[in-house]
């Protein structure tokens, strides 16, 4: 097979070295590499579920190929963590907020209710609208999911407007 | 005018102070989830796995003259191609899925087409290789010949004569009449008589998770297959579609990304069965979700005539109802969501005297089946739209219409069926309208109106299913406890409220409860998670095992702390006497006890929902259900005059649910039924024509994204606990979508002084009708 | 997907120019070098198997195509400056008024993260949503190649249904225009079929200047109702130049509305689309001659 050179990305932190060919985009090298909790729901940039941090800003991984992730720090849901015990922030808000039913949406939910809470620490209700408007999800209505943002930026900075 | 009445009756269930049931407590299932080290069907791997695909008929009717995939055979890296021929030995059971209470009807399908071609995307080939990449190749590869044969697209041209014949030999694969009372006197003694013709279209379930699966055959000869589903009971029907023993295949039902009834029939089961059989290997399945447009049926799309007549005081005199649903191109599901169509048609309101005539017609769209509301959805948007038609004919206001017409508890639904529950659907519309407030104030090219349906759901399959569902619950040595179900959880919380249950009755918090669930081989089979029966069922087998276990324990807590059984509790991990706290053994040691006694420290339950035969073919008169559920939704929307654009403003849905199990899951079922039933009032459409899907993504069918749902949505929860389920509970799984499409149509109508008769209600359709209504009144 | 292609990523602009330098003939349905930027086209059209370039050219590492400019009494954008960019660049609401209105809303955050201006205007289609702002805008666009570079009028760019100027040598290295006047009005508002992440089925773009009641420039660009955005310039002479009333933006709005010819697809029919330029032009401009407070454009 034509086309396959060994790519090393760097995922959470860590280097992980996949033989991509030039087509394979980053969510189909994530989910190769193990990265199960990358979610893929449409694969045309319509659904968000593939969601992925570059360098702090959500992507969706579907719409990028792993060759061109080479170099640029990705973040996954598993990147969202805390030492120890204690969850994410996010996490923990989803989790005490019932955001979560069948729990297909949430890594990339999460993960572009972080990128937003990287610009703008304490959006009101619309500005979480405009910023999960690429997230679809079929089973929540979206409610809970603006509480546990409002709860995990009102920890994650202090202090959260409605 | 009577005062509507906020006092409401005192629970009829235990009095009892409630521990968890009823809190908001953290769902079992959620921390896995926010970690996202959940696992999903498709998020196995094996070693030695192949990657399936399917290759799909790109036209809706045709005949296969030919197929040949010899060929792509021969690439490098392909396992295994199977075509029409090599899977006629049987065909795949599409009746009513996991129940054995009631014979199946021969409904069956073939795996893949043998030489006709019924809707566009039928499986003609599956192909098993190395790579995904492989595999696309060589189904680029196969070569197929089909010819066009003459289609039917619409039921109604398909019942004419000399239409193309798709199914049976008329293209009629259900039927149900409701003849009650004497419906021509009715029409004489009304004063009005109202005539309204309802649309809906083909809805896509868009389950976030498209369907998916993995198969393979262990040293036993048993088919294991793991896979996203509803109803883990298919291993019966998988069995005999591959020609195996019912007890050597097993299905390990994966929690599930979104099902809403789409991944209540078979999808990608029998497929992964033939190809692990076929290569000995393991074999994974992931539909694209260009796959799942084409890989499971769509809700029905339902023409409804109603010719209603009332009284100028408001009183319905009588209602005929004539029902066609397009069943597209197999019959699945399409009898049974027929009939509840039919039942449902004339709303949560006294009609004595009905007419109601429903038929499901095959044609070459794509096949309908189960979704969410199961044809009640649909008579829902038809009967509150109607009821809005007649109070706006006489000049009554349609809440005092609807006031002067609901059925009320101990009366006959259009079965003949007298509901012992609960039927607080005045308090709910009443309760919603309130909370709906003033209308807000119209501004620039704005119109607001504000809109109230109710609805009747049942809950519980049908009785003639004979439906059952087993539970087991156990307690470990250290206090802790397990609950084994098959029950699937498809995102509501299923297995969260059965721990929630066992931990209520043993006195167990929900942290120390672990649920192991749907596992055809190992877990009591529970039935499907559909028909918003699971807490009712299944969550009665859980309460009657824990029960049953409790019992024992309390006499033997009894026994140790030296009082008589009725001063026993169990709460907090603990056995006390009730009013003394401080006496008390630790659930621990009173395990020890039960276990150096040889008491059952585990128990299996069965619970049987009421048991009927079918209803009378001619009259439609009988039990249909076990129960139902009654609520409203009420809805403000302000609608742009200059595009025709709907924002919805408010929302407040109100239901008697019985008794919550868990208040936070009752909320997230209400608030994401919401924001469903606004996409199918406004947004979802899946347009077919000629057979062909034009809307094949999610940029094309519109679901409502954050930016669509209500600016302000509030949740009523009733609690009659007046339900046939644990603590008095119905459901909510269905009744959560139900009124919410047609209030928002009757909001728009409100708002815009004309009515929109076709779903959805679109921009255009909007523009369209406010200019016939202004070239009428100018 | 099934097509297989060399992929390149490119350090600087002079690199990318000379990968494509030889470039006969290049969109996404033919062979040679096809230039990467967000993705959220070319990616789902190789899905669909809707073109087969030999080379895909990723634009991610020319960091010196991503900037806003201002100076000379222009506002000037890279090629590489994101949707994203616009957004975040706290000067865009006065710089660009309808251009920010459509940032806002366009797609959805993921790929506003990733999409270009230039790869929206590139794409020629005529429900890309930022060209009706620019071209109301008075927008030009650079294109470069090993050749030298030169300027277009975005009037100028489209010459058919995702047909443009640029030819496949060439790259649009900038999107320039005349900052406003301090008293211009410039709205935007688009139509879907649902509020979040839809594809526009009716795009309007407004520039509007008045002194003393007469009005002295009018852009009104339509996107999604022709083969390309364009400007409704029978409409826009009808008040230009003309004391601004009601009856008079009724005139415009109706003359731009019969101009038109748009086309059913599944979003909605030619008529509705007619019937919707009519209404939202006369909105914008009466919100932009202050005759109306607000109610026309997207985000109030």
């Known amino acids: 097979m034509t086309n396959i050179k060994p790519v090393t990305l760097e995922i959470n932190g860590r280097q992980e070295t996949i033989a991509a060919p030039n087509n394979m985009t980053l969510l189909e090298a994530l989910r190769e590499l193990n990265h199960f909790e990358v979610k893929c729901g449409c694969e045309k940039g319509d659904c968000g579920a593939c969601a992925v941090l570059i360098d702090g800003e959500a992507v969706d991984s579907c719409l990028m190929f792993a060759h061109s992730a080479v170099g640029q720090p990705v973040t996954t849901l598993d990147g969202l963590a805390r030492n120890g015990d204690d969850q994410h922030p996010l996490k923990k808000a989803f989790v005490e907020k019932g955001a979560i039913q069948c729990g297909y949406c949430i890594p990339g939910m999460m993960i572009a209710a972080q990128s937003m809470l990287n610009k703008n620490p304490n959006p009101s209700k619309q500005e979480m609208r405009e910023g999960l408007g690429g997230n679809l999800c079929r089973c929540t209505g979206y409610n809970k999911i603006f509480d546990a943002i409002e709860a995990a930026a009102s920890e994650l900075c202090g202090g959260g407007k409605g | 005018m009577d005062m509507p009445n906020k006092k409401y009756p005192l629970p009829r269930t235990e009095e009892k102070h409630l521990h968890q049931v009823g809190k908001p407590l953290v769902r079992t299932d959620a921390r896995g989830k926010s970690e996202g080290k959940t696992r999903y069907a498709g998020d196995y791997v094996m070693p030695n796995m192949l990657h399936a695909i399917v290759l799909r008929a790109p036209m809706a009717s045709a005949t296969l003259k030919r197929i040949d995939a010899s060929r792509a055979r021969a690439l490098p890296g392909v396992a295994c191609i199977l075509t029409g021929d090599d899977t006629s030995a049987h065909d795949a059971a599409t009746d009513l899925p996991g129940q054995t209470g009631r014979q199946r009807l021969n409904t069956d399908n073939q795996i893949l087409v043998r030489t006709r071609v019924r809707y566009h995307g039928e499986p003609l080939a599956l192909i098993a290789a190395e790579t995904r990449a492989i595999a696309e190749k060589a189904r680029a590869m196969i070569e197929f010949e089909l010819e066009p044969l003459e289609g039917v697209y619409d039921p109604e041209e398909a019942l004419k004569p000399g239409a193309p014949i798709v199914q049976s030999h008329d293209n009629i694969v259900g039927s149900h009449k409701i003849r009650k009372g004497d419906i021509e006197k009715a029409f004489k003694d009304a004063d009005h008589i109202v005539e309204k013709t309802y649309r809906t279209q083909f809805i896509e379930h868009a389950f976030l998770e498209p369907e998916v699966g993995m198969a393979w055959v262990d040293e036993n000869d048993v088919v294991n297959i793991r896979v996203s589903t509803q109803v883990i009971e298919h291993f019966r029907t998988i069995a005999e579609a591959i020609g195996v023993a019912h007890n050597r295949v097993r299905i390990l039902g994966a929690l599930v990304g979104g099902g809403f009834g789409g991944k209540e029939d078979i999808t990608v089961e029998v497929y992964l069965a033939l190809l692990a059989l076929a290569t000995q290997r393991p074999v994974k399945m992931v539909y694209t979700r260009e796959d799942s447009w084409f890989g499971h049926g769509k809700r029905h799309p339902f023409v409804i005539k109603y010719r209603t007549g009332v009284t100028s005081e408001g009183k319905i005199t009588g209602s005929k109802i004539d029902i066609v649903a397009d069943a597209g191109a197999y019959v699945f599901l399409s009898p049974y969501v027929l009939l509840y169509c039919a039942l449902a048609s004339p709303g949560p309101y006294r009609v004595d005297n009905l007419q109601v005539d429903s038929v499901a017609v095959a044609t070459n769209n794509m096949f309908t089946s189960a979704f969410r509301g199961f044809g009640a959805c649909q008579a829902a948007i038809a009967h509150e739209q109607q009821m809005d038609e007649l109070a706006n004919t006489i000049g009554m206001d349609r809440v005092e219409f609807r006031r002067k017409n609901y059925l009320k508890k101990g009366e006959p639904i259009a079965t003949g069926f007298c509901v012992e529950s609960e039927v607080w659907t005045e308090q709910c519309v009443d309760q919603a309208m309130e909370a709906l407030g003033d209308k807000s104030p119209a501004r620039g090219p704005l119109r607001i109106g504000q809109g109230v349906a109710a609805y009747q759901q049942s809950y519980g399959r049908l009785t003639m299913m004979h439906d059952t569902s087993e539970c087991w619950v156990g307690i470990e040595m250290d206090g802790t406890v397990v609950v084994r179900s098959g029950v699937t959880d498809i995102g509501a919380g299923q297995g969260s409220a059965l721990c929630q249950i066992a931990g209520e009755l043993l006195g167990v918090p929900l942290e120390r409860t672990v649920i192991y669930n749907s596992d055809s081989a190992v877990t009591p089979l529970a039935g499907t998670s559909t028909a918003s029966r699971a807490l009712y069922m299944t969550g009665m087998a859980c309460k009657t095992a824990a029960s049953a276990l409790r019992e024992r324990m309390i006499k033997r807590a009894a026994k140790e702390l030296g009082v008589q059984i009725h001063h026993v509790d169990l709460a907090n991990s603990k056995a006390f006497v009730v009013g003394r706290t401080e006496e008390f053994i630790t659930l621990k040691e009173l395990v020890g006890h039960c276990a150096r006694d040889g008491i059952h420290r585990s128990e299996l339950a069965q619970f049987n929902a009421p048991f009927t035969d079918p209803i009378d073919p001619e009259t439609g008169q009988g039990r249909v259900h076990p129960d139902y559920v009654y609520g409203a939704q009420a809805i403000e929307v302000a609608v742009d005059t200059d595009t025709g654009e709907v924002t919805v403003l408010k929302s407040v849905a109100a239901h008697d649910i019985g008794q919550c199990i868990n208040r936070a899951a009752v909320e997230g079922q209400i608030e994401g039924g919401t924001a469903m039933g606004i996409g199918y009032a406004l947004s979802e459409e899946l347009i077919y024509k000629q057979g062909q899907l034009m809307t094949p993504s999610f940029s094309e069918y519109l679901i409502p994204t954050a930016e669509d749902t209500p600016l302000e949505h509030t949740s009523i929860i009733l609690e009659s606990r007046s339900g046939l389920g644990p603590f008095g509970a119905k459901g909510i799984g269905e009744p959560a979508l139900t009124p919410v499409a047609p209030a928002v149509a009757n909001a728009i109508a409100d708002a815009i002084g004309a009515r929109v008769l076709d779903f959805p209600v679109t921009p255009e359709k909007i523009l369209k009708a406010l200019e016939a209504s202004t070239a009428v009144t100018t | ?300």
């Open chain 3, 1 to 300: 997907m099934l097509h297989e292609f060399e992929f390149e990523k490119p350090q600087s602009l002079q690199d990318v120019l000379t990968l494509i330098a030889n470039n006969e003939k290049e969109t996404a349905e033919d062979s040679g070098h096809v230039l990467l930027a967000g993705g959220s086209n070319i990616i789902p059209a190789f899905r669909a198997n809707q073109g087969s370039p030999e080379v895909v050219v990723d634009l991610g590492g020319i960091d010196e195509l991503r900037y806003i400019d201002v100076g000379d009494g222009r506002a000037r954008i890279g090629g590489r400056t994101t949707v994203s960019d616009i957004l975040d660049h706290p000067d865009m609401p006065t710089l660009a008024p309808a251009l920010h209105q459509c940032c806002k809303i366009f797609a959805g955050q993921m790929v506003r993260n990733v999409a270009t201006i230039a790869g929206n205007i590139g794409c020629g289609s005529p429900a890309a949503d930022s060209v009706p702002p620019l071209l109301a805008l008075d927008a030009e666009v650079v294109l470069v190649s090993k050749d030298g570079e030169r300027s277009v009028a975005l009037d100028e760019y489209f010459t058919g249904y995702k047909q443009t100027v640029r030819q496949a040598h060439e790259l649009i290295s900038e999107i320039s225009w005349p900052l406003p006047a301090a008293n211009a009005a410039s709205l935007f508002r688009k139509v879907g079929r649902r509020k979040g992440d839809a594809i526009t089925v009716v795009g309007v773009a407004v520039h509007f200047e008045q002194e003393n009641g007469v009005c002295n420039s009018l852009r009104i660009a339509l996107g999604a109702v022709g083969p390309t955005v364009y400007r409704a310039k029978r409409a826009e002479a009808l008040l230009r130049g003309n004391a601004v009333s009601a009856e008079l933006i009724d005139e415009v709005a109706q003359a731009a509305a019969a101009d038109s010819a748009p086309i059913d697809d599944v979003r909605a029919s030619g008529d509705y689309r007619k019937q919707v330029i009519g209404t939202v032009t006369r909105r914008l401009l009466r919100q932009a001659a202050g005759l109306d407070a607000e109610g026309g454009a997207n985000h109030d």
